[in-house]
């Protein structure tokens, strides 16, 4: 299914540019997410996914297809596998920043394919999931970016000062996995899931009492 969805950043489009290239800045923004490993272009990560009582962890890995700096367009492709083997998730992500107001806006399409329990939601709830998710992650990149303005640590500052975040730093700690919450789609998701069961429920009452009338009859 092919997702369309946009955002606005307080910052210049060059800055917001450069963060979106860095995989170790931009995934504590994304919910759900830990990043384990980069190695130039390509980078391995987790996601974890609450779905009512289960959560799921998906596993996998992603890589920057194109960068193109002059006309800010950035194409991403990843791909993951839930670790009981209850779905899997691909996704090629193309996204184009434009100067808009003093600011960035971030133009997203997503072409997007899941197997398994999330793919229960349909297009019409997945394209709302992702939108507020996606609001999510603008909002704290944002504030990631205001922060390295005001001349504060920043995500993708190292914790040994240093100026690069190695690759052998990353895989020093795998288990940061285990202390990210969970994306909740069910709570994400919110009042639209809530419009979407009322007419189900309504329709299963109706033929709870029907069936519960007939039976009386006989």
């Avoid at 450069?18 to 170790?24: F, H, I, S, V």
């Avoid at 940061?176 to 419009?195: F, M, N, Q, S, Y």
Wanted: proline letters at 6%; glycine letters at 12%.
């Amino acid at each position: 299914m092919k997702l369309e969805h946009e955002f606005t950043v307080p910052a210049p489009v060059g800055t917001v540019w450069t963060a979106l290239l860095d995989p170790e800045r931009v995934a504590p923004c994304m919910p759900g997410a830990t990043l384990t490993e980069v190695d130039g272009a390509r980078f391995t990560g987790t996601v974890k996914v609450k779905l009512g009582p289960i959560t799921l962890m998906y596993k996998g890995s992603g890589e920057f297809l194109e960068t193109d700096e002059a006309s800010r367009r950035m194409v991403m492709k990843a791909s993951g596998k839930d670790v009981r083997g209850n779905g899997t998730a691909a996704a090629t992500v193309t996204a184009t920043l434009v100067e808009a107001d003093g600011g960035t806006r971030a133009l997203v399409v997503t072409d997007l394919s899941i197997t398994g329990r999330p793919a229960q939601f349909g297009r019409g709830l997945i394209a709302e999931v992702g939108g507020r998710i996606i609001d999510q992650f603008a909002e704290c990149l944002a504030g990631s970016l205001g922060t390295e303005d005001a001349g504060g640590p920043t995500a993708a500052d190292p914790p040994d000062g240093g100026t690069e975040v190695t690759q052998q730093h990353l895989k020093a700690v795998p288990d940061r996995a285990e202390e990210v919450e969970a994306i909740d789609l069910l709570g994400t998701a919110g009042v639209p899931v809530l419009k979407r069961a009322l007419p189900l429920v309504a329709g299963l009452a109706v033929a709870v009492l029907v069936v519960s009338r007939l039976r009386r009859h006989r």
